[in-house]
Protein backbone atom coordinates (compact mmCIF):
# COMPACT_ATOMS: atom_id res chain seq x y z
CA UNK A 1 0.00 0.00 0.00
CA UNK A 2 2.06 3.28 -1.23
CA UNK A 3 0.77 5.79 0.94
CA UNK A 4 2.64 8.46 -0.76
CA UNK A 5 3.43 8.88 -4.55
CA UNK A 6 4.91 10.33 -7.18
CA UNK A 7 3.35 9.43 -10.36
CA UNK A 8 6.05 10.70 -12.34
CA UNK A 9 9.49 8.58 -12.33
CA UNK A 10 11.28 11.08 -14.40
CA UNK A 11 10.89 15.13 -15.77
CA UNK A 12 12.84 17.04 -18.14
CA UNK A 13 13.32 20.75 -17.56
CA UNK A 14 15.53 23.95 -20.02
CA UNK A 15 17.61 25.49 -17.39
CA UNK A 16 15.93 28.89 -16.46
CA UNK A 17 12.45 26.94 -16.49
CA UNK A 18 10.12 25.94 -14.15
CA UNK A 19 10.16 22.83 -12.61
CA UNK A 20 7.23 21.05 -11.44
CA UNK A 21 7.68 18.17 -9.09
CA UNK A 22 4.14 16.39 -7.50
CA UNK A 23 2.97 14.14 -5.16
CA UNK A 24 0.20 12.71 -3.67
CA UNK A 25 -0.78 10.92 -0.36
CA UNK A 26 -3.84 9.16 0.67
CA UNK A 27 -3.47 9.13 4.85
CA UNK A 28 -5.39 11.73 5.87
CA UNK A 29 -3.48 11.41 9.09
CA UNK A 30 -0.56 12.98 7.56
CA UNK A 31 -0.08 16.46 8.91
CA UNK A 32 3.79 16.97 7.95
CA UNK A 33 5.23 16.37 4.53
CA UNK A 34 9.09 16.77 3.47
CA UNK A 35 10.93 16.79 0.15
CA UNK A 36 14.42 15.51 -0.06
CA UNK A 37 16.63 15.48 -2.91
CA UNK A 38 19.17 12.52 -3.41
CA UNK A 39 22.67 13.21 -5.84
CA UNK A 40 23.91 9.54 -7.06
CA UNK A 41 26.11 8.16 -4.89
CA UNK A 42 25.17 9.99 -1.72
CA UNK A 43 22.05 9.47 0.87
CA UNK A 44 19.32 11.76 0.24
CA UNK A 45 19.02 15.41 2.16
CA UNK A 46 16.24 17.56 3.39
CA UNK A 47 15.14 19.95 0.84
CA UNK A 48 12.50 21.85 2.27
CA UNK A 49 9.52 21.39 4.38
CA UNK A 50 5.25 22.08 5.24
CA UNK A 51 2.73 22.07 8.08
CA UNK A 52 -0.88 21.23 7.01
CA UNK A 53 -1.24 24.38 8.93
CA UNK A 54 0.08 25.89 5.98
CA UNK A 55 -0.44 25.82 2.07
CA UNK A 56 2.96 27.23 0.89
CA UNK A 57 6.49 27.57 2.34
CA UNK A 58 9.25 29.34 0.45
CA UNK A 59 12.56 28.93 0.73
CA UNK A 60 14.58 30.82 -2.28
CA UNK A 61 13.88 28.52 -5.69
CA UNK A 62 12.00 26.07 -4.26
CA UNK A 63 8.40 26.64 -3.21
CA UNK A 64 6.28 23.71 -1.39
CA UNK A 65 2.59 24.35 -2.12
CA UNK A 66 0.19 21.83 -0.28
CA UNK A 67 -3.77 21.06 -0.88
CA UNK A 68 -5.00 19.13 1.60
CA UNK A 69 -8.44 18.56 0.46
CA UNK A 70 -7.30 16.92 -2.91
CA UNK A 71 -4.09 15.33 -1.12
CA UNK A 72 -1.40 16.83 -2.85
CA UNK A 73 1.56 18.38 -2.59
CA UNK A 74 4.00 20.17 -5.13
CA UNK A 75 7.77 21.41 -5.30
CA UNK A 76 8.15 24.10 -7.82
CA UNK A 77 11.75 24.95 -8.41
CA UNK A 78 12.49 28.59 -9.94
CA UNK A 79 14.48 29.00 -12.00
CA UNK A 80 15.66 25.74 -12.61
CA UNK A 81 19.63 24.49 -12.92
CA UNK A 82 21.68 22.17 -13.64
CA UNK A 83 23.03 21.45 -10.66
CA UNK A 84 19.16 20.44 -9.40
CA UNK A 85 19.31 17.42 -11.46
CA UNK A 86 18.60 14.77 -8.07
CA UNK A 87 16.44 12.01 -7.18
CA UNK A 88 13.59 14.25 -5.46
CA UNK A 89 11.66 12.77 -2.51
CA UNK A 90 8.70 13.58 -1.55
CA UNK A 91 7.79 12.22 2.14
CA UNK A 92 4.90 12.63 4.62
CA UNK A 93 4.11 12.02 8.34
CA UNK A 94 1.28 11.98 10.95
CA UNK A 95 -0.35 10.80 14.00
CA UNK A 96 1.82 8.39 14.88
CA UNK A 97 2.77 7.50 11.20
CA UNK A 98 6.72 7.16 10.84
CA UNK A 99 8.04 9.27 7.57
CA UNK A 100 6.62 7.04 5.05
CA UNK A 101 8.59 8.37 1.35
CA UNK A 102 7.46 8.46 -2.25
CA UNK A 103 9.43 6.51 -4.67
CA UNK A 104 11.08 9.67 -5.97
CA UNK A 105 10.93 11.66 -9.43
CA UNK A 106 14.38 12.08 -11.37
CA UNK A 107 15.05 15.60 -12.50
CA UNK A 108 17.13 16.40 -15.64
CA UNK A 109 17.87 20.20 -15.79
CA UNK A 110 19.00 20.82 -19.45
CA UNK A 111 21.45 23.52 -20.09
CA UNK B 1 28.68 15.74 4.72
CA UNK B 2 25.73 15.14 6.70
CA UNK B 3 27.58 14.02 9.66
CA UNK B 4 26.15 10.33 9.52
CA UNK B 5 28.51 7.51 8.53
CA UNK B 6 27.82 4.48 7.12
CA UNK B 7 30.17 1.64 6.90
CA UNK B 8 31.08 -0.04 4.37
CA UNK B 9 30.34 1.69 1.57
CA UNK B 10 29.59 -1.71 -0.67
CA UNK B 11 29.27 -5.45 0.42
CA UNK B 12 29.26 -8.21 -2.03
CA UNK B 13 28.41 -11.47 -0.57
CA UNK B 14 26.51 -15.18 -1.15
CA UNK B 15 22.96 -16.04 -0.47
CA UNK B 16 22.31 -17.38 3.12
CA UNK B 17 25.36 -15.11 4.39
CA UNK B 18 25.20 -12.89 7.13
CA UNK B 19 26.29 -9.26 7.05
CA UNK B 20 26.38 -6.45 9.07
CA UNK B 21 25.79 -2.58 8.55
CA UNK B 22 27.45 -0.01 10.92
CA UNK B 23 26.21 3.68 11.44
CA UNK B 24 27.13 6.14 13.43
CA UNK B 25 25.03 8.93 13.77
CA UNK B 26 25.49 13.02 14.35
CA UNK B 27 26.85 14.39 17.59
CA UNK B 28 24.03 14.75 19.43
CA UNK B 29 20.97 12.64 17.48
CA UNK B 30 19.76 10.21 19.20
CA UNK B 31 17.58 8.34 17.05
CA UNK B 32 18.71 6.35 14.35
CA UNK B 33 16.63 4.90 11.20
CA UNK B 34 17.76 2.45 8.91
CA UNK B 35 15.70 2.47 5.08
CA UNK B 36 16.02 -0.15 2.26
CA UNK B 37 16.41 1.12 -0.96
CA UNK B 38 15.87 -1.58 -3.95
CA UNK B 39 15.97 -0.38 -7.64
CA UNK B 40 13.15 1.39 -8.75
CA UNK B 41 11.83 1.58 -5.39
CA UNK B 42 10.95 4.79 -2.76
CA UNK B 43 12.78 4.53 0.92
CA UNK B 44 11.55 1.95 2.69
CA UNK B 45 11.42 2.39 6.11
CA UNK B 46 12.87 -0.37 8.27
CA UNK B 47 13.35 0.28 12.31
CA UNK B 48 13.93 3.54 14.13
CA UNK B 49 15.66 3.17 17.67
CA UNK B 50 15.80 6.44 20.07
CA UNK B 51 18.36 6.20 22.76
CA UNK B 52 19.31 2.63 22.80
CA UNK B 53 15.44 1.60 22.89
CA UNK B 54 13.64 0.39 19.28
CA UNK B 55 11.06 3.55 19.11
CA UNK B 56 9.25 2.10 15.41
CA UNK B 57 8.95 -0.93 12.97
CA UNK B 58 8.67 -0.67 9.63
CA UNK B 59 8.64 -3.35 6.70
CA UNK B 60 11.85 -5.75 8.64
CA UNK B 61 12.11 -9.25 8.24
CA UNK B 62 12.95 -11.57 10.37
CA UNK B 63 16.01 -12.65 9.22
CA UNK B 64 16.84 -8.73 9.83
CA UNK B 65 18.09 -6.75 13.47
CA UNK B 66 19.21 -3.60 14.75
CA UNK B 67 20.31 -2.29 17.82
CA UNK B 68 21.41 0.67 19.30
CA UNK B 69 24.23 0.93 21.35
CA UNK B 70 24.99 2.90 24.25
CA UNK B 71 27.55 5.71 22.50
CA UNK B 72 24.22 5.56 19.64
CA UNK B 73 25.85 3.81 17.09
CA UNK B 74 23.69 1.97 15.11
CA UNK B 75 24.20 -2.08 13.69
CA UNK B 76 22.00 -3.55 10.92
CA UNK B 77 21.98 -7.22 10.80
CA UNK B 78 20.94 -8.95 7.89
CA UNK B 79 20.78 -13.07 7.58
CA UNK B 80 19.71 -16.09 4.97
CA UNK B 81 20.79 -13.49 2.52
CA UNK B 82 18.98 -14.17 -0.50
CA UNK B 83 18.67 -12.33 -3.63
CA UNK B 84 16.68 -9.83 -3.35
CA UNK B 85 18.01 -7.90 -0.48
CA UNK B 86 20.47 -6.58 -3.01
CA UNK B 87 19.64 -2.85 -2.53
CA UNK B 88 21.05 0.70 -0.97
CA UNK B 89 20.98 0.36 2.98
CA UNK B 90 20.53 3.65 4.42
CA UNK B 91 20.95 5.02 7.60
CA UNK B 92 19.68 8.49 9.28
CA UNK B 93 19.90 10.67 12.43
CA UNK B 94 17.63 12.95 14.54
CA UNK B 95 17.52 14.66 16.65
CA UNK B 96 14.57 13.84 18.68
CA UNK B 97 12.07 10.97 18.51
CA UNK B 98 10.48 12.00 15.56
CA UNK B 99 9.01 14.13 13.42
CA UNK B 100 9.21 17.10 12.84
CA UNK B 101 12.96 16.85 13.12
CA UNK B 102 14.98 16.40 10.17
CA UNK B 103 16.79 13.41 9.12
CA UNK B 104 20.30 13.51 8.42
CA UNK B 105 20.85 10.86 5.97
CA UNK B 106 24.14 8.79 5.60
CA UNK B 107 26.08 7.99 2.59
CA UNK B 108 24.58 4.44 2.32
CA UNK B 109 25.84 1.04 2.35
CA UNK B 110 25.43 -0.83 -1.31
CA UNK B 111 24.57 -4.70 -0.87
CA UNK B 112 24.93 -7.26 -3.74
CA UNK B 113 24.02 -10.66 -3.26
CA UNK B 114 25.22 -13.10 -5.14
Known amino acids: DQQVKQNSPSLSVQEGRISILNCDYT??????FLWYKKYPAEGPTFLIS?????DKNEDGRFTVFLNKSAKHLSLHIVPSQPGDSAVYFCAAAGGYQKVTFGTGTKLQVIP | DSGVTQTPKHLITATGQRVTLRCSPR?????VYWYQQSLDQGLQFLIQ???????AKGNILERFSAQQFPDLHSELNLSSLELGDSALYFC?????????????FGPGTRLTVL
Open chain 2, 92 to 104: ASSVGAGYPDTQY
Open chain 1, 50 to 54: ISSIK
Open chain 1, 27 to 32: NSMFDY
Open chain 2, 27 to 31: SGDLS
Open chain 2, 49 to 55: YYNGEER
